[in-house]
């Protein structure tokens, strides 16, 4: 059985920062990609960021230079980076888990809310 568990969300003013995690856990041998994804209320769910086992980055052009996406030393843990927050980036935060197999895992999201 794989979990995947987001946490870190919260309040923030605009102009802060905060740093999500997201920790896999259970049968995993390695993942190929894990990506963090955002939804706003009344809008879709967006790719945020990625990151493969590889190391290989990319970025909604939305929070290129303000997010940071990375692996952590724990197998199977990454965090996002997230500074100079503005209000858009309000939204309920999801961690995505893409693995050899071709399986693929979400986790229930953490609330993030960017306002003074």
């Known amino acids: 059985q794989v979990q995947v568990v987001e946490s870190g969300g919260g309040l923030v003013q605009p102009g802060g920062s905060l740093r999500l995690s997201c920790v896999a856990s259970?049968?995993?041998?390695?993942?190929?990609?894990m990506k963090w994804y955002r939804q706003a209320p009344g809008k879709q769910r967006d790719l945020v960021a990625a990151i493969t086992s590889g190391g290989s980055t990319n970025y909604a052009d939305s929070v290129k230079g303000r997010f940071t996406i990375s692996k952590g030393n724990a197998k199977n843990t990454v965090y996002l980076q997230m500074n100079s927050l503005k209000p858009e980036d309000t939204a309920v935060y999801y961690c995505?888990?893409?693995?050899?197999?071709?399986?693929?895992?979400w986790g229930k999201g953490t609330l993030v809310t960017v306002s003074s």
């Open positions: 995505y888990l893409g693995l050899l197999n071709g399986a693929d895992y």
């Open positions: 259970g049968s995993i041998l390695n993942f190929i990609v």
